[in-house]
């Protein structure tokens, strides 16, 4: 098992930045990919941005050029980069990895770490 802790959430103005950190600690060997997600209120979780353990990238289109992600040398450690927040971007954001096929179940969740934009 992997364990994820979040990090870097909290309350900025609109058009404000903010950098999350995810660290995983634990069976790490098992890590294919890191993703984050996020899901406002009353919203259905969605995949904001992930980066395989051979450093390749995906970001949501709609987030492109505003939101990047990257990670530590050693591939455990996770980071967003969030630029020119606006309140459509409030919500819980989610750290995930997904596990390689030789490692038991799908993956593990962090906690969630609150990002609240003010207008």
């Known amino acids: 098992q992997v364990q994820l802790v979040e990090s870097g959430g909290g309350l900025v103005e609109a058009g404000g930045s903010l950098r999350l950190s995810c660290a995983a600690s634990?069976?790490?060997?098992?890590?294919?990919?890191m993703a984050w997600y996020r899901q406002a209120p009353e919203r259905e979780r969605e995949l904001v941005a992930a980066?395989?353990?051979?450093?390749?990238?995906f970001h949501a289109d709609s987030l492109k050029g505003r939101f990047t992600i990257s990670s530590a040398k050693d591939n455990f450690t996770t980071y967003l980069q969030m630029n020119d927040l606006s309140s459509e971007d409030t919500g819980v954001y989610y750290c995930?990895?997904?596990?390689?096929?030789?490692?038991?179940?799908?993956?593990?969740w962090g906690q969630g770490t609150q990002v609240t934009v003010s207008s």
């Open positions: 995930n990895v997904a596990y390689r096929a030789y490692c038991p179940g799908p993956g593990s």
């Open positions: 634990g069976d790490t060997g098992c890590i294919s990919a």
């Open positions: 980066i395989t353990s051979e450093g390749r990238t």
